[in-house]
């Protein structure tokens, strides 16, 4: 059972209300088991937390043992730092819940809640927090990185709408971290990723949102410079209500798209819009999209805001190979564009995909040292995910995204959004990411972990005395 044996594992056992999951247990394949399959580490025991008080004596544990310790939320990172071999994970997913205040108009959420959970309870109310764009997603994580999806330019990032996080720190205290008390903890954790503390439960502030307009629009590949060139002055200059991030891709082979089109390379834009942007108004603000080129497809349709939530969650479950990398940008240059069409016509499978998701509107009122967030002047946060159900593709995939970020990344603002860092990508990415928040971020880490426990993540390590 690597480092922990099995008299450990049963005072471990002793200490917690939930269970303690170890090789010899018939769930732990179904525990090491995350979003990426190309991801297989082997811990030496899952300590699955139902409340505070199995937080707080997991920490303990790993603290004073000295064993590896890494935090499962939703378990979406894609280079997989929610596992850790031959230590010790501590499981959030039983601490999954939701409670909306109306009367404050704002949520609390257990830190094993997934995106969906938070969507499907502020929904009920007309309400929703601007997060990501498929419900699987864990809260904690995307949050904790800053979060970005469709109502960026609406209502910012997630963390700007985060009010408060109640986290247990390395020494195992339990503190409420606000702009009241703990504000550097507060400001590290917004964008700072998971090197603090474990964050049991944030508080968010709700925003009116129920019905919203989505849509997907897709052109032929061949047409991608002409879409993309389009695209980069067409939706900085659209109303905040209205988003649209915007991808290459294989059409997928399902409804709402017909079938002569299914499977075919393409470039598109998934819209999503708010407010009173609906119906004609709707079509009338995105008639637009005839102008670059004749769509292959266009649809628009009134959605409640969880069903576009959960409109990708089928395309892409969990279990499949994946491999990424990002890169923030501040303009689409020519060259990018070049790079982007050059990608997109030789897509390796079905699911690989390139994503731009615009963080500009609301998450440009905040500066750059309001929050860890760093790139508050970013247009587009991108993604490239090299993507396949089959595990002899995974190197294929693995290529075509490492050759299309290296080719792309000359045209970016240097940094990246933390959780589209890839594995292996190095200190000097996650600095680069920080910009100059990252001596603040050293500081407050020495702060509160000197001892670097919390390192099973995009790690920044404490500040020297």
Same mark, same amino acid.
């Given at each position: 059972?690597?480092?922990?044996?099995?008299?450990?594992?049963?005072?471990?056992?002793?200490?917690?209300?939930?269970?303690?999951?170890?090789?010899?247990?018939?769930?732990?394949?179904?525990?090491?088991?995350?979003?990426?399959?190309?991801?297989?580490?082997?811990?030496?025991?899952?300590?699955?937390?139902?409340? #505070?008080?199995?937080?707080?004596?997991?920490?303990?544990?790993?603290?004073?043992?000295?064993?590896?310790?890494?935090?499962? *939320? *939703?378990?979406?990172?894609?280079?997989? !730092?929610?596992?850790?071999?031959?230590?010790?994970?501590?499981?959030? %997913?039983?601490?999954?819940?939701?409670?909306?205040?109306?009367?404050?108009?704002?949520?609390?959420?257990?830190?094993?809640?997934?995106?969906?959970?938070?969507?499907?309870?502020?929904?009920?109310?007309?309400?929703?927090? +601007?997060?990501?764009?498929?419900?699987?997603?864990?809260?904690? *994580?995307?949050?904790?990185?800053?979060?970005?999806?469709? $109502?960026?330019?609406?209502?910012?990032?997630?963390?700007?709408?985060?009010?408060?996080?109640? #986290?247990? $720190?390395?020494?195992?205290?339990?503190?409420?971290?606000?702009?009241?008390?703990? +504000?550097? !903890?507060?400001?590290?954790?917004?964008? *700072?990723?998971?090197?603090?503390?474990?964050?049991?439960?944030?508080?968010?502030?709700?925003?009116?949102?129920? %019905?919203?307009?989505?849509?997907?629009?897709?052109?032929?590949?061949?047409?991608? +410079?002409?879409?993309?060139?389009?695209?980069?002055?067409?939706?900085?200059?659209?109303?905040?209500?209205?988003?649209?991030?915007?991808?290459?891709?294989?059409?997928?082979?399902?409804?709402?798209?017909?079938?002569?089109?299914?499977?075919?390379?393409?470039?598109?834009?998934?819209?999503?819009?708010?407010?009173?942007?609906?119906?004609?108004?709707?079509?009338?603000?995105?008639?637009?999209?005839?102008?670059?080129?004749?769509?292959?497809?266009?649809?628009?349709? +009134?959605?409640?805001?969880?069903?576009?939530?959960?409109?990708?969650?089928?395309?892409?479950?969990?279990? $499949?190979?994946?491999?990424?990398?990002?890169?923030?940008?501040?303009?689409?240059?020519?060259?990018?564009?070049? #790079?982007?069409?050059?990608?997109?016509?030789?897509?390796?499978?079905?699911?690989?995909?390139?994503?731009?998701?615009?963080?500009?509107?609301?998450?440009?009122?905040?500066?750059?040292?309001?929050?860890?967030?760093?790139?508050?002047?970013?247009?587009?946060?991108?993604?490239?995910?090299?993507?396949?159900?089959?595990?002899?593709?995974?190197? $294929? #995939?693995?290529?075509?995204?490492?050759?299309?970020?290296?080719?792309?990344?000359?045209?970016?603002?240097?940094?990246?959004?933390?959780?589209?860092?890839?594995?292996?990508?190095?200190?000097?990415?996650?600095?680069?990411?920080?910009?100059?928040?990252?001596?603040?971020?050293?500081?407050?880490?020495?702060?509160?972990?000197?001892?670097?426990?919390?390192?099973?993540?995009?790690?920044?390590?404490?500040?020297?005395?």
């Amino acid at each position: 059972m690597g480092t922990i044996d099995e008299a450990a594992v049963g005072n471990l056992r002793e200490a917690l209300r939930g269970p303690v999951i170890t090789p010899r247990d018939p769930g732990y394949d179904e525990a090491r088991t995350i979003y990426n399959a190309m991801i297989d580490r082997r811990p030496a025991a899952f300590a699955r937390c139902v409340d #505070v008080a199995d937080v707080r004596a997991t920490v303990a544990f790993a603290r004073d043992r000295g064993d590896d310790l890494a935090v499962f *939320g *939703g378990g979406h990172s894609g280079p997989g !730092l929610c596992l850790v071999d031959d230590g010790l994970v501590l499981d959030l %997913t039983p601490m999954r819940w939701v409670r909306v205040d109306p009367e404050s108009d704002t949520v609390q959420v257990g830190g094993g809640s997934r995106l969906g959970d938070l969507d499907h309870a502020a929904h009920d109310f007309g309400r929703a927090v +601007p997060s990501g764009i498929m419900s699987t997603t864990g809260v904690g *994580g995307l949050t904790l990185g800053g979060g970005h999806g469709h $109502l960026t330019r609406r209502y910012g990032l997630t963390i700007d709408s985060l009010l408060s996080a109640d #986290v247990v $720190l390395a020494d195992g205290s339990y503190v409420t971290a606000s702009e009241e008390n703990h +504000p550097d !903890l507060f400001w590290a954790l917004r964008g *700072g990723g998971g090197n603090f503390g474990v964050v049991t439960s944030f508080t968010f502030r709700l925003h009116p949102v129920g %019905t919203v307009g989505a849509g997907v629009t897709v052109w032929p590949v061949d047409r991608t +410079p002409e879409v993309l060139s389009w695209y980069r002055e067409f939706l900085p200059a659209a109303p905040e209500e209205l988003n649209g991030f915007f991808a290459v891709l294989a059409v997928p082979p399902g409804p709402p798209f017909p079938e002569p089109l299914h499977g075919q390379k393409a470039c598109g834009v998934v819209w999503c819009c708010t407010g009173d942007l609906h119906g004609d108004r709707l079509e009338e603000v995105l008639a637009a999209v005839y102008e670059p080129a004749p769509p292959a497809f266009h649809f628009t349709t +009134p959605m409640p805001y969880p069903g576009l939530q959960t409109m990708f969650d089928t395309l892409i479950p969990a279990g $499949l190979q994946w491999y990424w990398r990002g890169d923030f940008f501040d303009a689409i240059s020519d060259g990018a564009v070049d #790079v982007h069409h050059k990608y997109a016509e030789n897509l390796p499978t079905a699911l690989s995909t390139m994503h731009l998701y615009p963080v500009d509107g609301a998450a440009h009122r905040v500066g750059p040292g309001d929050t860890a967030w760093a790139y508050r002047d970013a247009l587009w946060s991108g993604v490239i995910g090299g993507i396949d159900p089959d595990p002899a593709n995974a190197e $294929l #995939v693995r290529e075509w995204c490492v050759g299309y970020w290296s080719d792309l990344h000359p045209h970016s603002m240097g940094g990246s959004y933390v959780n589209f860092i890839g594995e292996q990508e190095g200190t000097d990415r996650v600095r680069a990411t920080y910009r100059g928040n990252y001596d603040r971020l050293a500081a407050v880490k020495r702060a509160y972990d000197p001892d670097n426990l919390f390192h099973a993540n995009q790690n920044i390590p404490p500040a020297p005395d």
